[in-house]
C-alpha cells in the first residue's frame, strides 16, 4: 500500500539556520502530497502542497518540490525561528484526494535562540 | 467559518466508564477523519466517512469503538468500556471531497482513562 517515509528527528537547529526534513514516499499512481505542522496542544494545520510533479509549495517561508524520479518531497526553509519548533508531518493522498491521507510519523523540530 | 470543533479538549475518565468523544464539520466538507495519536503509534486512522456513510472502518481497534454521522455537520467517537490504553489524543478531520486538497483538523480531545 501508498505509503510514507521521513526523517526521524528529533532535530535541533540553532535560529537562523537552514533547515531540511526528507521526505520520501511509495504510491500507485499520482498522489498529492501535503506537509502538516503540529504546534503543541494543537492540531495539524496543513503548510503547503502539491498536486503534480515539479509542482513546488509553499508558505511562511516554507517549501517543498515534487520530485516524482525520485519520489521526495523534501520540507525546507532557509532560515528557521524559534517560533517554527514543532512536528511536521509528510503526508499523501489519492490524486484526487478522495483516499485517506497517509501520514509519515512525524518529525519534531526545536529552534533555539 | 469556526473550523472544525471537537469536544470535549480533555477528558478523565475511570477504566469501564463510556466516553463519547464530539466532532463538528465545516459547512460544506462532506468527508470526515477519526485519527488517534500516540507517542508509540502516531497518527493512526480509525475511520471515515463520506457523505456520512462509513467508507472504512479497519482502523479502529476493537468493538469497543463506534463512530457515528448523525447528519452532514456532526459526528462522535464513542468508547464502551474504556480501558486505560485507550488514553491519547483523538482529532477529527474534515474536507471537501471534491477539492481533494488536504483536510482541516480540530484542535482533538486528549483522553486519560484511570
Known amino acids: 500500500g501508498d505509503s510514507v517515509t521521513q526523517m526521524e528527528g528529533p532535530v535541533t537547529l540553532s535560529e537562523e539556520a537552514f533547515l531540511t526534513i526528507n521526505c520520501t514516499y511509495t504510491a500507485t499512481g499520482y498522489p498529492s502530497l501535503f506537509w502538516y505542522v503540529q504546534y503543541p496542544g494543537e492540531g495539524l494545520q496543513l503548510l503547503l502542497k502539491a498536486t503534480k510533479a515539479d509542482d513546488k509549495g509553499s508558505n511562511k517561508g516554507f517549501e517543498a518540490t515534487y520530485r516524482k524520479e525520485t519520489t521526495s518531497f523534501h520540507l525546507e526553509k532557509g532560515s528557521v525561528q524559534v517560533s517554527d519548533s514543532a512536528v511536521y508531518f509528510c503526508a499523501l493522498s489519492g490524486p484526487m484526494g478522495n483516499t485517506p491521507l497517509v501520514f509519515g510519523k512525524g518529525t519534531r523540530l526545536s529552534v533555539i535562540a | 467559518d469556526a473550523g472544525v470543533i471537537q469536544s470535549p479538549r480533555h477528558e478523565v475518565t475511570e477504566m469501564g466508564q463510556e466516553v463519547t468523544l464530539r466532532c463538528k464539520l465545516i459547512?460544506?466538507?462532506?468527508?470526515l477523519f477519526w485519527y488517534r495519536q500516540t507517542m508509540m503509534r502516531g497518527l493512526e486512522l480509525l475511520i471515515y466517512f463520506n457523505n456520512n456513510v462509513p467508507i472504512d472502518d479497519s482502523g479502529m481497534p476493537e468493538d469497543r469503538f463506534s463512530a457515528k454521522m448523525p447528519n452532514a455537520s456532526f459526528s462522535t467517537l464513542k468508547i464502551q468500556p474504556s480501558e486505560p490504553r485507550d488514553s491519547a489524543v483523538y482529532f477529527c478531520?474534515?474536507?471537501?471531497?471534491?477539492?481533494?486538497?488536504?483536510?482541516?483538523f480540530g484542535s482533538g480531545t486528549r483522553l486519560t482513562v484511570v
Open positions: 459547512s460544506g466538507h462532506n468527508s
Open positions: 478531520a474534515s474536507s471537501n471531497r471534491g477539492q481533494g486538497y488536504g483536510y482541516t
